[in-house]
């Protein structure tokens, strides 16, 4: 008898799976509580798949074998609990989708930076002439790759809200780039709940697998002390040698996976495409998965210098009378914003603010004395801000568009300055999501 798959969320993700699952041989339905976007629409229909939108039909749902549920539904939502209590089977799409390949996945998780690491290690593979793919949490699902492509390789980016819902899933090279406090409304507001789920990346992992973490990261060493890793671990630091693994020393970056000093990868910090602390943390990563993966050093060191970093991730927007515009809306969270903040080298006007998710400003005080002139403040309710900044930044402004705040930025900015939105918030007050937000900058300052 054929097997019943339900769907719940009709996005990239659930729509990947959706067509996966049909050419599996599946009986699929797709079930989303909001609009279905006419482009997912449009491909349900021509491949004859049946789908609901804007409600749930219980007797539809209920009746699956197994469901495959869009990682933004919460455990908390009632039809969620219904499932659960019938005893059916929920699963993630990336879960799903690795029945159905034997190619190693390379995977990579972490609260900040796991976007930037799996675009480079993406970009490092292809340049290697490897038949790679990149997907997952970015970009295409992996369930659309998988049915619609024959890759070699898988380079994926997973969120904590996929892992959670993945069991028999092994990523035969996992990155976990770090853990800071996010996403802890789903968690129950219990941090270990949420580095319980980080370190789900490692479930099912073997003694021929690989497992490369951040050494300098102080919930990942206080974890990894209290479980066993059966996989090889490379860690990597900024400031303390790793061997094997990979540290910055001197200037320069060195990934050595064997101990052997004579096969070492280095290369200088300065030719390095991405700046900063914390993009030199996410070479690291990626240096180590090339080296494990037998890729020249010569292809490696090229990659790090030609990559062009993603959109909405400290991307530099325009100079314009001597003022830089930097893009970095990506950074939803503190830590998102401390490493950019971190990274600019010029004084600065920093554009903040959105849906607080409860942030913890203080780590950001003193590299804001440090760097900052002016906060102009982005969203509806400014006071935290204006709690945390008032006695640091020369001036706090109130504004209530990206059109606003890069008006008010240019009138203020003065040249040799830098202009960086970095809201360290979410972004659902008056955007759609981070990448609205950004591209309402970027147009905002081509207006200028």
Same mark, same amino acid.
């Given at each position: 008898?054929?097997?019943?798959?339900?769907?719940?969320?009709?996005?990239?993700?659930?729509? /990947?799976?959706?067509?996966?699952?049909?050419?599996?041989?599946?009986? *699929?339905?797709?079930?989303?509580?909001?609009?279905?976007?006419?482009?997912?629409?449009?491909?349900?229909?021509?491949?004859?798949?049946?789908?609901?939108?804007?409600?749930?039909?219980?007797?539809?749902?209920?009746?699956?074998?197994?469901?495959?549920?869009?990682?933004?539904?919460?455990?908390?939502?009632?039809?969620?609990?219904?499932? !659960?209590?019938?005893g059916i089977h929920i699963i993630s799409e990336i879960e799903f989708a690795a029945r159905f390949t034997k190619s190693p996945k390379i995977c990579i998780t972490g609260t900040n930076g796991k976007t930037t690491t799996t675009s480079l290690i993406y970009h490092m593979m292809k340049k290697a002439g490897l038949n790679v793919a990149v997907g997952g949490n970015i970009g295409i699902s992996f369930?659309?790759?998988?049915?619609?492509?024959?890759?070699?390789?898988?380079?994926?980016?997973?969120?904590?809200?996929?892992?959670?819902?993945?069991?028999?899933? !092994?990523?035969?090279?996992? *990155?976990?780039?770090?853990?800071?406090?996010?996403?802890?409304?789903?968690?129950?507001?219990?941090?270990?709940?949420?580095?319980?789920?980080?370190?789900?990346?490692?479930?099912?992992?073997?003694?021929?697998?690989?497992?490369?973490?951040?050494?300098?990261?102080?919930?990942?060493?206080?974890?990894?002390?209290?479980?066993?890793?059966?996989?090889?671990?490379?860690?990597?630091?900024?400031d303390v040698e790793q061997m094997p693994g990979a540290f910055i020393k001197d200037g320069q970056l060195i990934v050595d996976i064997n101990n052997e000093k004579i096969n070492q990868f280095t290369m200088y910090t300065s030719d390095l495409a991405l700046r900063g602390r914390h993009n030199a943390y996410n070479s690291m990563a990626a240096g180590i998965t090339g080296s494990v993966f037998h890729? !020249?050093?010569?292809?490696?060191?090229?990659?790090?210098?030609?990559?062009?970093?993603?959109?909405?991730?400290?991307?530099?927007?325009?100079?314009?009378?001597?003022?830089?515009?930097?893009?970095?809306?990506?950074?939803?969270?503190?830590?998102?914003?401390?490493?950019?903040?971190?990274?600019?080298?010029?004084?600065?006007?920093?554009?903040?603010?959105?849906?607080?998710?409860?942030?913890?400003?203080?780590?950001?005080?003193?590299?804001?004395?440090?760097?900052?002139?002016?906060?102009?403040?982005?969203?509806?309710?400014?006071?935290?801000?204006?709690?945390?900044?008032?006695?640091? *930044?020369?001036?706090?402004?109130?504004?209530?568009?990206?059109?606003?705040?890069?008006?008010?930025?240019?009138?203020?900015?003065?040249?040799?300055?830098?202009?960086?939105?970095?809201?360290?918030?979410?972004?659902?007050?008056?955007?759609?999501?981070?990448?609205? !937000? /950004?591209?309402?900058?970027?147009?905002?300052?081509?207006?200028?």
């Amino acid at each position: 008898m054929t097997k019943r798959i339900v769907i719940l969320g009709s996005g990239e993700s659930g729509t /990947g799976a959706a067509i996966l699952a049909l050419k599996q041989g599946y009986d *699929v339905f797709v079930s989303d509580a909001g609009a279905i976007p006419e482009k997912y629409r449009v491909e349900l229909d021509q491949h004859g798949i049946s789908y609901e939108m804007q409600q749930h039909t219980f007797e539809l749902i209920l009746n699956a074998d197994e469901i495959i549920k869009s990682p933004g539904i919460p455990e908390k939502n009632e039809l969620i609990k219904t499932i !659960r209590k019938q005893g059916i089977h929920i699963i993630s799409e990336i879960e799903f989708a690795a029945r159905f390949t034997k190619s190693p996945k390379i995977c990579i998780t972490g609260t900040n930076g796991k976007t930037t690491t799996t675009s480079l290690i993406y970009h490092m593979m292809k340049k290697a002439g490897l038949n790679v793919a990149v997907g997952g949490n970015i970009g295409i699902s992996f369930a659309r790759l998988v049915a619609e492509g024959n890759y070699d390789y898988y380079v994926l980016e997973i969120s904590s809200f996929q892992l959670d819902d993945m069991y028999d899933f !092994r990523a035969e090279c996992a *990155v976990l780039c770090n853990i800071t406090p996010d996403h802890l409304d789903r968690y129950n507001y219990e941090l270990q709940n949420y580095v319980n789920s980080k370190f789900r990346i490692l479930q099912n992992q073997t003694e021929n697998d690989t497992f490369i973490y951040c050494a300098d990261d102080e919930l990942t060493m206080n974890h990894l002390k209290t479980i066993q890793v059966k996989a090889k671990c490379f860690p990597f630091s900024h400031d303390v040698e790793q061997m094997p693994g990979a540290f910055i020393k001197d200037g320069q970056l060195i990934v050595d996976i064997n101990n052997e000093k004579i096969n070492q990868f280095t290369m200088y910090t300065s030719d390095l495409a991405l700046r900063g602390r914390h993009n030199a943390y996410n070479s690291m990563a990626a240096g180590i998965t090339g080296s494990v993966f037998h890729i !020249r050093k010569d292809i490696i060191r090229e990659s790090f210098m030609d990559f062009q970093n993603v959109e909405h991730r400290l991307e530099k927007v325009a100079t314009i009378r001597n003022v830089e515009y930097i893009n970095d809306s990506k950074a939803t969270n503190v830590n998102s914003s401390w490493f950019a903040l971190e990274s600019m080298d010029k004084p600065t006007i920093w554009i903040a603010g959105g849906v607080d998710k409860g942030n913890e400003y203080a780590m950001l005080q003193e590299l804001v004395r440090e760097k900052v002139r002016i906060l102009i403040c982005m969203g509806l309710d400014n006071s935290r801000l204006h709690e945390a900044f008032g006695g640091v *930044v020369d001036l706090i402004i109130n504004t209530s568009s990206a059109q606003e705040a890069v008006h008010v930025a240019s009138k203020m900015s003065k040249p040799g300055e830098a202009v960086l939105l970095s809201p360290a918030c979410a972004s659902f007050d008056l955007f759609k999501n981070y990448e609205d !937000r /950004g591209r309402q900058f970027k147009a905002a300052v081509k207006q200028l």
